[in-house]
């Protein structure tokens, strides 16, 4: 047995392929989440445009990256998350600007 893994040599294999469609299933979960969010942000962005506020909000932007950071567990460090949600804030205003976009083209 190696001293670093608790599994078997003659197991790990058949375990790779387990973890491996553990992660499968993982990201699947999250790519359909990633999505839900991004609907959220476009409606979010539908109503900004009603109330004519700007699709940045730092504020905003600051309590859900505080709110990631609290929330984390790890084996991920809080930097690590930040990062994370950085990215997934810049597209989500991404497509909140793209929905505002195509909604304004549409009305005129």
Do not use: H
Request: aromatic letters at 4%; a positive charge.
């Amino acid at each position: 047995m190696n001293s670093r893994c608790a599994v078997p040599r003659e197991q790990a294999p058949r375990e790779l392929v387990r973890l491996r469609e553990a992660i499968d299933r993982v990201d699947e979960v999250l790519v359909r989440l990633l999505n839900q969010r991004a609907r959220y942000a476009i409606e979010i962005g539908q109503i900004k445009g009603l109330l004519q506020v700007p699709v940045y909000s730092p504020d905003r932007e600051k309590q859900v990256l505080c709110n990631v950071e609290q929330w984390s567990e790890g084996p991920l460090d809080t930097v690590t998350v930040r990062r994370l949600f950085e990215r997934i804030i810049d597209e989500s205003r991404r497509v909140e600007r793209e929905a505002t976009r195509q909604r304004d083209a549409g009305s005129g």
